[in-house]
């Protein structure tokens, strides 16, 4: 079956006659993938060209959802922009219906309900991204916004639209919230100077800083600046 065209497959061994007689869930990963893709090239049929994918990330879903619309174009013979773009779509619209899970009524108890609520938003982003969480008096979500996105090791953040969110959904409190693609967990001397500033000034307008959460790609690895006792 290998090196054939998939139209030279037997019928039933084809991905997308699979889902028609049993279901998307009876998809191999490779399958899966390959049905994202559509077609493959002259030299691998498409199906070869999804485990070489998969084969490249070790077969680590969350590594596949790191790659770029650059590495997929220059990794994989045959992958063009058209091709990465429907990959990288397909990937996000799931990460979105992974944090859709959690809806925005939740209420936040402790540092890893917001681990929780945010990991699947922005922990397998290549870049910085800085949310701010908005909570009313009973501590419940009624709104997340992006408010700044940087490179892969830093984010400037410009208190103003910080604060902008809360002043117009009339929050109580907030939970700011950021990812550090790195992996490393731990703060830099700019993230604890960041949360001082953001601290004062949402007080200003009688807003509290519940809390500021570094997230990584491992969900057990991420620092809470209210557990360490810096708010």
């Not at 219906?97 to 309900?113: F, P, Q, Y």
């Not at 609520?117 to 949310?131: C, G, K, R, T």
């Amino acid at each position: 079956m290998e090196n054939k065209a998939i139209k030279l497959w037997n019928e039933e061994e084809r991905p997308r006659e699979k889902i028609k007689r049993h279901g998307v869930e009876i998809l191999s990963e490779a399958e899966l993938l390959a049905v994202m893709l559509g077609s493959g090239t002259k030299d691998k049929n498409v199906v070869e060209l999804s485990r070489e994918i998969l084969d490249f990330v070790g077969g680590d879903l969350d590594q596949l959802a790191r790659l770029t619309l650059h590495e997929f174009q220059s990794q994989f013979k045959g992958i063009g922009e058209a091709k990465a773009m429907h990959i990288l779509a397909t990937l996000e619209f799931g990460r979105r219906r992974n944090a859709a899970k959690r809806g925005e009524d939740d209420s936040i108890r402790t540092s890893k309900d917001i681990v929780r609520l945010m990991h699947p938003m922005i922990s397998d982003m290549p870049v910085e991204q800085f949310w701010v969480i908005l909570l009313n008096r009973k501590n419940k979500v009624i709104g997340k916004e992006c408010v700044a996105m940087g490179g892969v090791s830093a984010v400037l953040v410009d208190m103003r639209l910080l604060l902008k969110p809360a002043i117009t959904r009339l929050a109580s409190s907030i939970i700011l919230c950021h990812n550090h693609p790195s992996g490393t967990v731990s703060p830099s001397a700019e993230d604890r100077a960041l949360t001082r500033r953001a601290a004062s000034a949402a007080e200003l307008i009688d807003v509290r800083l519940l809390d500021h959460v570094i997230i990584t790609p491992d969900f057990e690895k991420f620092y809470s600046f209210a557990d360490h006792g810096e708010l």
